[in-house]
C-alpha cells in the first residue's frame, strides 16, 4: 500500500534552517509528481512546492519563493523540502503528497503522510 | 490567485440525516475541484476528484456536483466516521488553493 512518511520536523529560531524528508513506499515514486502541503495550527491548507517526476518542473507559493527548495531523489525513493530564514509564519504541520498531476502541474492530492511538525520560535 | 469559500464553517448534523456542504470560487474552476476529509489529528483524505468523481474506496453515501464556480458535497446519512473537517481545492490555477474547511459535528 501507498505510504508517505515524512520527518525532519522540530523547533528552530527565527532565522534558522531545517529540512524535511518524505519517505515514499508502495508505488514507484519516479512516476508521480510531489508536493508539501503545510497547515498552521487552527488554520487550512496551503501548497508549499511541488517538483514533477524527474525534477523538470518545480513551483512555490509565493509566500516561500526564495526561501525553500523542494527536490527529490527518485533513486531513493525521497523526496525533501529545504527550508531556510524561517520565521514564525512558516510554522505548521507540513504534509508530503502524492500528486495526480497532467499538463506540467499537480492537479489533486490523493495521498498524505502524517505530517511533520515545524515550530518556529526563539 | 483564486479564493475558496466554504459554508458554513460548522454544520451540526444528526446521525442518519444529510449533510450539505458549500464551496464557492472566485473565478470559475470548470469542474477542476477535489474536496477532502480530515479527522482530528490526521491527514486530509481525498474524497472526489474532478467535482463529481469518487476516490478509490470512498462510500456512496459521498457525492460532489457542481462546475464553474459553486460546489457542493453531500453527505446522505452520516455515520459516527463522517464528523470530521472538509476542505475544497481547486486545481484550475496555480497555486491550488483550498477552503478553510466545514466542520460537521455531531448534533
Known amino acids: 500500500q501507498v505510504q508517505l512518511v515524512e520527518s525532519g520536523g522540530g523547533l528552530v529560531e527565527p532565522g534558522g534552517s531545517l529540512r524535511l524528508s518524505c519517505a515514499a513506499s508502495g508505488f514507484s515514486f519516479s512516476d508521480y509528481y510531489m508536493t508539501w502541503i503545510r497547515q498552521a495550527p487552527g488554520k487550512g491548507l496551503e501548497c508549499v512546492s511541488y517538483i514533477s517526476t524527474f525534477s523538470t518542473y518545480t513551483s512555490s507559493a509565493d509566500s516561500v519563493k526564495g526561501r525553500f527548495t523542494i527536490s527529490r531523489d527518485n533513486a531513493g525513493n525521497s523526496l525533501y523540502l529545504q527550508m531556510n530564514s524561517l520565521s514564525a509564519e512558516d510554522s505548521a504541520v507540513y504534509y508530503c503528497a502524492r500528486a495526480v498531476a497532467g499538463s506540467s502541474v499537480p492537479y489533486y492530492f490523493d495521498y498524505w503522510g502524517q505530517g511533520t511538525l515545524v515550530t518556529v520560535s526563539s | 490567485e483564486i479564493v475558496m469559500t466554504q459554508s458554513p464553517a460548522t454544520l451540526s448534523v444528526s446521525p442518519g440525516e444529510r449533510a450539505t456542504l458549500s464551496c464557492r470560487a472566485s473565478?470559475?474552476?470548470?469542474?477542476?475541484l477535489a474536496w477532502y476529509q480530515q479527522k482530528p489529528g490526521q491527514a486530509p483524505r481525498l474524497l472526489i476528484h474532478?467535482?463529481?468523481t469518487r476516490a478509490t474506496g470512498v462510500p456512496a453515501r459521498f457525492s460532489g456536483s457542481g462546475s464553474g464556480t459553486e460546489f457542493t458535497l453531500t453527505i446522505t446519512s452520516l455515520q459516527s466516521e463522517d464528523f470530521a473537517v472538509y476542505y475544497c481545492?481547486?486545481?484550475?490555477?496555480?497555486?491550488?488553493?483550498f477552503g478553510r474547511g466545514t466542520e460537521v459535528e455531531i448534533k
Open positions: 473565478q470559475s474552476v470548470s469542474s477542476n
Open positions: 474532478d467535482a463529481s
Open positions: 481545492q481547486q486545481f484550475e490555477s496555480w497555486p491550488r488553493t
